[in-house]
């Protein structure tokens, strides 16, 4: 290891090689350990000249529980995490690890493994979880029958292929020749009611695959562990409104809201590229129109695990009415004995229903195809109401203890009437002084490069400009010496651009360095943020190869995947290469976070 001349460090050049003799050859687990040692030491002010803690050494891979997740949004990081805790806590040794950050070669001598995955998109696996699926499908993925695993999968059933990425795990560990702890489990949206009994089981069984012959040792921790935020998903803080602003024009057929929220007094920070979770709330008029379809009473008290409230408020505030969802249909189609559901619930009718899902609400069902529902039944039946993430706008070293967001607010008429998004219409609708649920979402996946010496390509059509214009406050603050390039889009430049008086003054100031549009409707063809990627091709790779570190944000459906497309062709027309051989560089460029992507 060598340490750069221009580091600030108080080590003496004896001492620099010294470490650099020490560190030389370790992993990224074994470093992790070390900075924590090292941070533990720091924090009690005094340095042993012999260091020989009891107990506190790496165990064997046989002798460890190893958990590894793959997180597009946090929930699946979040169970893991309590899935480890548990572990430590039953006296197992426990290492948790990212997907992407876990060392493939130690695959093979692995002998008890949890995976807890999130699948996103048309099946796919999160961002960082791909090169760990690429390796395991692949030809070069070893035999596995020393392993014993188990695998929760997280998804949304919403969508045809729920839980896709968890169950293609499963099976592949399978071929290899491993043994299941126990059965594969798949979370809805809903995580806990599968999740928890799920984490009991695994830890059960793996305590039982793990079983020394003597007792555990005891493990004296190196460092305490860091106190946990006073706020988070479960305590959210409440945040006041400080701007609620309309950015589109008028004409525009999107309400775009850039909105400014206080979080003096929370405790909480971010970093750019953080997303902020917001409890949203459904709309009264909507809850009124559910309770007047069934004929049920607002007021009627509701017990449902373990806690009793009127039924207005399970459904204002504890319960989905925006999304629809799979399991909610087919208990209406059971009570109200529609054929025509039942068909498009059959397996060869996964296109008919997702399309009932992405169009629908719960209270167009309840109208379509009318039906009796107890007070009870229903909120038994509907899924818990869960937050929305939007990717922060801002830097906190630009606007302090403040988070911006750029939210989409989703309102529209159907043939039933007035229809809204929960969190995106309970942002846009509130006034400023009212107070909003919200907490920090991290997202270590998309961070700027640590060198502030590296360019930066940011893609974000639409609401995917967010986290870049956090991005650029940041790089000015910090004084990054890198290029930042913008490559924006969205259907009208008169009335879509958003943030363009921030932009051309970042342009006019050095703060952005470039700036491409793509402005679909402004001419007879359709032009898009690929096209402009094209025809920017050269220039594009030039910059790659130069070590510029390349963002994407925004629809996961079409536009990443397009991105992805156009990237590809252009790596391969400008490098020389095949597509196949295109596809693997965009792939190391991810493995070393060099291409990152906040996808939804």
């Known amino acids: 290891m060598s340490v750069p001349a221009a580091l600030a460090t108080p080590l003496s050049e004896d001492r620099l090689a010294a470490l650099a003799r020490v560190t030389d050859g370790l992993d990224a687990h074994a470093l992790w350990w070390l900075s924590g040692y090292a941070a533990g030491l720091a924090s009690r002010g005094a340095v042993p000249a012999a260091v020989a803690p009891t107990g506190a050494a790496e165990p064997m891979p046989g002798a460890r529980l190893t958990v590894v997740y793959g997180s597009q949004t946090g929930n699946a990081k979040r169970v893991a995490e309590r899935l480890a805790a548990q572990g430590e806590a039953a006296g197992l040794a426990v290492r948790l690890l990212r997907a992407d950050a876990y060392p493939l070669r130690e695959l093979k001598d692995e002998r008890a493994l949890c995976l807890v995955i999130s699948t996103q998109g048309d099946g796919d696996p999160p961002d960082d979880a791909r090169g760990f699926v690429e390796f395991l499908s692949g030809k070069r993925a070893p035999e596995l029958k020393q392993l014993r695993y188990a695998v929760l999968g997280l998804g949304d059933s919403s969508y045809p292929q729920f839980c896709a990425a968890g169950r293609k795990l499963d099976e592949r560990l399978a071929e290899l020749g491993a043994t299941r702890l126990l059965a594969r489990a798949d979370a809805d949206l809903d995580i806990d009611s599968v999740a928890a009994p799920w984490l009991e089981q695994a830890l059960a069984k793996a305590k039982e695959a793990l079983k020394p012959?003597?007792?555990?040792?005891?493990?004296?921790?190196?460092?305490?562990?860091?106190?946990?935020?006073?706020?988070?998903?479960?305590?959210?803080?409440?945040?006041?409104?400080?701007?609620?602003?309309?950015?589109?024009?008028?004409?525009?057929?999107?309400?775009?809201?850039?909105?400014?929220?206080?979080?003096?007094?929370?405790?909480?920070?971010?970093?750019?590229?953080?997303?902020?979770?917001?409890?949203?709330?459904?709309?009264?008029?909507?809850?009124?129109?559910?309770?007047?379809?069934?004929?049920?009473?607002?007021?009627?008290?509701?017990?449902?695990?373990?806690?009793?409230?009127?039924?207005?408020?399970?459904?204002?505030?504890?319960?989905?009415?925006?999304?629809?969802?799979?399991?909610?249909?087919?208990?209406?189609?059971?009570?109200?004995?529609?054929?025509?559901?039942?068909?498009?619930?059959?397996?060869?009718?996964?296109?008919?229903?997702?399309?009932?899902?992405?169009?629908?609400?719960?209270?167009?069902?309840?109208?379509?195809?009318?039906?009796?529902?107890?007070?009870?039944?229903?909120?038994?039946?509907?899924?818990?109401?869960?937050?929305?993430?939007?990717?922060?706008?801002?830097?906190?070293?630009?606007?302090?203890?403040?988070?911006?967001?750029?939210?989409?607010?989703?309102?529209?008429?159907?043939?039933?009437?007035?229809?809204?998004?929960?969190?995106?219409?309970?942002?846009?609708?509130?006034?400023?002084?009212?107070?909003?649920?919200?907490?920090?979402?991290?997202?270590?996946?998309?961070r700027l490069p640590a060198d502030g010496g590296r360019d930066v390509i940011m893609i974000g059509p639409g609401t995917g400009v967010a986290p870049f214009r956090g991005f650029v406050q940041e790089r000015a603050a910090v004084g990054a010496r890198g290029r930042n390039w913008l490559l924006f889009g969205n259907?009208?430049?008169?009335?879509?651009?958003?943030?363009?008086?921030?932009?051309?003054?970042?342009?006019?100031?050095?703060?952005?360095?470039?700036?491409?549009?793509?402005?679909?409707?402004?001419?007879?063809?359709?032009?898009?943020?690929q096209d402009r990627l094209r025809d920017r091709g050269r220039e594009l790779f030039d910059w790659l190869e130069d070590g510029a570190h390349l963002y994407v944000c925004g629809d996961a459906a079409r536009m990443a995947k397009d991105v992805h497309a156009a990237l590809r062709e252009i790596v391969a027309a400008h490098g020389g290469k095949s597509a196949e051989d295109a596809e693997g560089y965009l792939n190391a460029l991810q493995q070393q976070g060099r291409y990152a992507r906040d996808v939804y």
């Open 491 to 529: 259907p009208h430049f008169r009335t879509d651009f958003l943030y363009q008086v921030e932009w051309q003054q970042a342009l006019k100031d050095g703060r952005l360095h470039r700036l491409d549009l793509a402005f679909s409707r402004d001419q007879a063809h359709k032009v898009y943020v």
């Open 213 to 446: 012959a003597a007792p555990l040792a005891t493990v004296t921790p190196l460092r305490p562990l860091p106190a946990a935020p006073a706020h988070g998903r479960e305590a959210p803080f409440a945040a006041e409104l400080l701007l609620n602003q309309r950015i589109t024009g008028r004409g525009s057929a999107k309400d775009i809201r850039h909105i400014e929220l206080s979080l003096e007094g929370s405790g909480l920070h971010y970093e750019p590229g953080d997303a902020l979770g917001v409890w949203p709330a459904n709309p009264p008029a909507l809850v009124q129109a559910v309770l007047e379809a069934l004929r049920l009473d607002g007021g009627a008290m509701v017990e449902h695990g373990g806690e009793a409230l009127p039924l207005r408020q399970w459904l204002g505030e504890k319960r989905e009415l925006t999304r629809l969802a799979r399991p909610f249909v087919a208990r209406h189609a059971a009570h109200a004995r529609s054929d025509e559901l039942n068909r498009l619930l059959a397996p060869d009718r996964q296109a008919d229903l997702a399309r009932l899902l992405g169009e629908a609400q719960v209270l167009d069902l309840l109208l379509r195809h009318p039906a009796a529902w107890s007070a009870e039944e229903l909120v038994a039946a509907l899924r818990p109401l869960t937050p929305r993430l939007y990717s922060i706008a801002s830097s906190r070293k630009h606007v302090g203890d403040e988070a911006h967001l750029t939210v989409a607010h989703l309102e529209y008429v159907n043939a039933h009437g007035r229809r809204w998004g929960a969190a995106s219409h309970l942002l846009a609708a509130s006034a400023e002084g009212a107070r909003l649920r919200v907490y920090v979402e991290p997202n270590e996946r998309f």
